[in-house]
């Protein structure tokens, strides 16, 4: 095997891995965002979660991670759309905010 094939194997093995770990922190984001809007008696619209990006971060022991952003919709009473937002490092979920309508409830006001 040439270094070029051997290059194009590595190649080919690292984006199926990031694919699948990708597909796995999808899979995460979709599960959390319907537990915090099952919590909050929240409508989670289109029982979907869309990508908003990634990046290389570090995580609380120090190491090098992939921190991903999911963003979804919710309703309060289905009339209405707020947007939330999932983040997930490695495999750990940092943060889940649905709190987009309480700003606008205070905008209101």
Known sequence: MSFLELMAVLL???MLWFWFDSLKAR???LAAARRACQREGLQFL???VVGH???FAR???GHLVLRRGFDFEY???GDDRYLGAVIIEGHDI????????RSRAVDLI
């Open 27 to 29: 899979e995460s984001g």
């Open 94 to 101: 940092v943060l889940v905010d649905t709190t987009q309508h």
């Open 12 to 14: 080919l093995g690292a």
């Open 75 to 77: 309703s309060l009473s």
């Open 53 to 55: 990006g990634f990046k």
């Open 59 to 61: 995580d609380d022991k």
């Open 46 to 48: 289109d029982e979907t």
